[in-house]
Structure formats: C-alpha cells, structure tokens
C-alpha cells in the first residue's frame, strides 16, 4: 500500500521565500550604498582659469556657448575658404556674437576684431559695458577653441599668447564637471 502525504494549501512558505529574497535584495543594496566611494573633493582652480559654470555672468555663458559654437564655425569656413573670415564677414553672415543685433547689445556690445596668432588666429572681442560681460578673446590653432576672459573693456596682447593673457590678467573659460553638475 503506497501512502502519500498531501500538505494543506497555504501561502507560508512561499510568503517565507519571497520575504527572504526582499531581505536579501535590501542588505545588498544597503551594502553597495554604504560601500560606494565618496566624490572627490572639488579641487581649486588655477588662478588663470574660470569655470564656465559658476564664474561667468548669464551674458558671458551666452557669450561663452555662442563663441564655442561659432568657432566649429569659423574653422570649416576656414578649411573651405583657405583664410579666416573677418568679423565683418561673420557679421554679414548673422553669425552670433559677431552679428550686430539687440542681443549683442544687451551682453555687452562687443567690437570684433581679427588678429593672427603663431599657429591660428585669434577674435577679440572688446566690450563696449564690461559690468554686463567681459572683453573675450577666441584662438583658433587647429586644434580647437581656447576662449579667454577679462573684465575690462580693454584690447588682449598682441599676439595672444597664453603667457602673455595670463600675464595681462586674462582667464581662460573651462568646463569643469563634478558630482554637482546637473545640467
């Protein structure tokens, strides 16, 4: 005679099952939280850098993104034309911040000009309201953009060379992200 034993239904154990494995799932977690490094501390800046982010007035970061964007610009117009543009060019061609329009107005009336560099050239740009935006310089060596900063309204060195900015008391814009950065 074969006897088999029929257990009740019920949910016990697998309640059991399912709150051991939710157990498991929140001391694991618990575990890689507290076991996660600490960001590293902000380190300073050099003193001829400023970060794009929290140095720069609301018209310089617009200033900022407007000179990055028309420096990709600048250098296939370069590439195509065989020689940089003028401002004036720039300008004719509504290229922001060259363009003489309302805008260029309110972030601090800049006079554009073209200056040659060693190994590219160079686009200072010198503020008409320096409380509203600083003086910029934008280098172009084929490498990419370099945008310095000055609050002055006062023309950069010629030729713009890093020594030579650093030294007249321009700062060069960086980006600089850490674990605050949120936009």
């Not at 363009?99 to 006079?111: I, L, V, Y």
């Not at 190994?119 to 200072?124: N, Q």
């Not at 060596?141 to 030729?159: S, T, V, Y």
């Amino acid at each position: 005679m074969h006897h088999q034993i029929v257990r009740r239904a019920g949910a016990e154990r697998e309640t059991l099952w399912v709150l051991l494995a939710a157990g498991v799932i929140l001391a694991s977690a618990a575990l890689a939280v507290g076991l996660r490094a600490a960001p590293d501390a902000d380190a300073p800046l050099a003193a001829h850098l400023i970060d794009s982010r929290t140095g720069l007035t609301a018209a310089e970061q617009g200033l900022y993104a407007d000179l990055k964007a028309a420096g990709e610009e600048i250098a296939a117009l370069r590439r195509a034309g065989g020689r940089a543009p003028t401002p004036e060019e720039l300008a004719a061609e509504a290229l922001p911040p060259f363009a003489a329009d309302p805008s260029a107005a309110a972030r601090g009336g800049h006079s554009w000009t073209l200056a040659g560099t060693g190994d590219g050239v160079a686009y200072a740009g010198v503020s008409a309201a320096p409380e509203l935006a600083g003086s910029l310089v934008l280098r172009l060596d084929g490498h990419g953009a370099d945008i310095w900063l000055k609050r002055a309204a006062e023309a950069p060195p010629a030729p713009p060379e890093d020594a030579a900015l650093t030294a007249a008391g321009w700062k060069r814009i960086v980006s600089t992200f850490t674990a605050g950065v949120t936009r």
